[in-house]
């Protein structure tokens, strides 16, 4: 169930001119589709993590998830929404992405993004971390990169050899995107939420730069003296440093991001 407080932060920042976007495991959504319309909130995300019931629900671990999801998807397109779906993709799923995307395709989705797993929080016991060579070579290149009929955003999370031209570095060192928690920790970086080393606090109505040691000073070591390629990855992943050393693999910052532009037929 949306707080209704979201309906008040709706109405303010609506006002403002701001572009809103409601992100959302397409739940309980039925409040929402009655006092919100698309020139309030412009785009609506929905996250799907399979392209069936056993897939999704088994991964959300919420018998009926998948079902109600679509069902709200379907709303959210008759209704006028933009509409993008994202997937977070791991060992579970990994195979699914073809389906995924063709789900959307069925569905009138107008984006599809996708995420790959980070080995943080609770997923760290979990058992879902996917293997760079799986991600880049099953998913990326064999499911994403062939598509048509539909946009599709997605992180290359990771280079052979070394960065592509157009890969700027550690993103977090100049981002402006903060994620703010309820105690007022304010991270740049997702990759840091399970730390202590928030850049930012917010209260009393501003924003205030935190003490050193944050991941403020991280990302301006990862980009100075590492040349961009995240450093944070080997202290979080399960694979070890030295194979994926061996094999060239470079993890990339999780925000650097593709996209695939092949819009459906009817939005050209």
């Known amino acids: 169930m949306l707080s209704p407080v979201i309906f008040e932060a709706i109405e303010l920042f609506s006002k403002t001119g701001c572009h809103l976007r409601l992100d959302t495991n397409g739940q309980e959504l039925d409040e929402f589709f009655r006092r919100v319309t698309p020139d309030l909130v412009s ?11 056993e897939i ?8 009926g998830a998948f079902t109600k999801c679509v069902a709200n998807i379907k709303k959210a397109v008759s209704l006028g929404f933009f509409v993008e779906m994202t997937a977070t993709i791991m060992k579970q799923n ?4 073809s389906n995924i995307i063709g789900l959307a395709k069925t569905l009138g989705v107008s984006v599809m993004n996708f995420h790959l797993v980070t080995v943080n929080g609770n997923s760290r016991d979990n058992d879902v971390e996917l293997h760079p060579k799986l991600w880049l070579e099953e998913v990326v290149e064999k499911q994403i990169k062939p598509q048509t009929g539909i946009t599709i955003k997605y992180p290359p999370r990771f280079a052979v050899g070394s960065p592509p031209p157009d890969y700027g570095g550690c993103a977090g060192e100049k981002s402006d995107r903060l994620s703010v928690f309820a105690g007022g920790e304010a991270y740049n970086c997702a990759l840091y939420f399970d730390t202590n080393l928030n850049g930012r606090v917010v209260g009393g109505d501003k924003i205030t730069l935190k003490e050193a040691p944050s991941e403020i000073q991280e990302f301006q070591k990862i980009n100075r003296e590492h040349h961009g390629v995240c450093q944070r990855f080997y202290d979080i992943t399960t694979f070890d440093k030295k194979e994926l050393d061996k094999g060239g693999i470079i993890p990339l910052c999780i925000y650097y991001k593709k996209t695939l532009e092949h819009p459906a037929p009817n939005e050209k």
Do not use: M, Q, W
Not at 94 to 97: K, L, Q
């Open 43 to 53: 785009e609506v995300r929905f996250s799907i993590d399979g392209s069936t019931p």
């Open 56 to 63: 999704n629900d088994a991964i959300r671990r919420r018998p």
């Open 94 to 97: 990994y195979r699914d992405v």
